[in-house]
Each structure stands twice: as C-alpha cells, then as structure tokens.
C-alpha cells in the first residue's frame, strides 16, 4: 500500500517541482507545462512586456549580492525573479543601465515589479501543480 | 521611449493589473472586471497622490 501511494507521489512532486522551476526560468511556461495555455500565454506576455519594456527605458541590471548595501540586494533579488530575461538581458550587454536617462527610475520599477510578480506566477503554478488551485 | 510620465503609468497599470487579474481570479469574466478595477485603482490613485504632493518642493 504505501508503495503503491510513493510511486504515485512521485510523478506528482517532480511535476510539481517542473512546474516551479520552468515557471521562473521563463514567465509563464510553468502554466503552459501544466496545460493552462491561456493563463500561461497571457502571464508570458504580460510580465515579458513589463521587463523588456523596465531594460528599454534604461533599468540597471547589475548584481549585488553582499550584504553591505541590503537595499540594493533585494532589488537584484526581485530582478532575478524574471528567470532567464535577466540572465539574458545581462549577456547582451543591458546590466549597466543609463543613470542620467530621464527613464532611468522607470526602468527599475518596470523590471523589478516584472520579477516580482513572476515569484507569484512560480508560486501559482506550484499551487496548481498540487491541485490547490483549479484554473 | 516612453517620454510621458501619463503614459508610462498607464503602461504599467495595465500590465501589473492584467497579471493581478490572471492570478486572482479564475474566470474570464471576473478577470475582465478585476482587472479593469485595479487599472483604474492604479491609475487614479496615482493621479490623486501627485494632486496631493503638488504643493511640495520638487
């Protein structure tokens, strides 16, 4: 009996962990994994537009991961929400950002609130993935 | 790109409402009006706060 209930947690767990990890790796594939294409797409779209939009109006992307300035730790933090836009935006060349730019401060929140909100899409879709919650 | 401040605003509104409504509600008609609720909360609260800070120095 119990080996009956592990194998069938297994799959369940690994496809809620697939779920996770490919919803922050890129906005909305976690939905689209678990068969919610219309919540996965709009998801994708929207939080996509928010980043790109945040690195075309000249955000900084630069990575502070010590502790000496913890308000800027936690602004890297919430910009790495977004997956692979950042790491991607980064190896293009975009980490540097434009402080004099009148858009400068826009662009920050852009991409900062585009991670943020993609850590609620992972957390979705991990809810979805357990069943917790239905579309 | 993006040079007005009122259309700047109003981009963001609409993205983050749109994610708030996708993840909070489960219909498409409760999306719709979740989310045109929240584009209108963002957007006139905004509104209202930079009415109110006006008199502050810049």
Known sequence: MSETRAASAAPDSSRTVAAGLLAWVWPGLGHLFLGRRGKGLVLMGSILALFGLGVALDSRLQLHLGLEDPLALLFSLAQMGAGAPYVIARLLGYEAGLVTSPTYEYGNTFTAVGGLLNILVVLDALDTARGVRGK | ?58
């Open chain 2, 1 to 58: 790109m993006m040079h007005s401040h009122f259309v700047t605003l109003v981009v963001f509104s609409a993205l983050v409402s749109t994610v708030f409504a996708t993840l909070l509600r489960d219909t498409p008609r409760e999306r719709v009006r979740f989310g045109l609720m929240a584009f209108a909360a963002f957007v006139l609260s905004t509104l209202v706060l930079g009415w109110l800070t006006n008199p502050f120095p810049g």
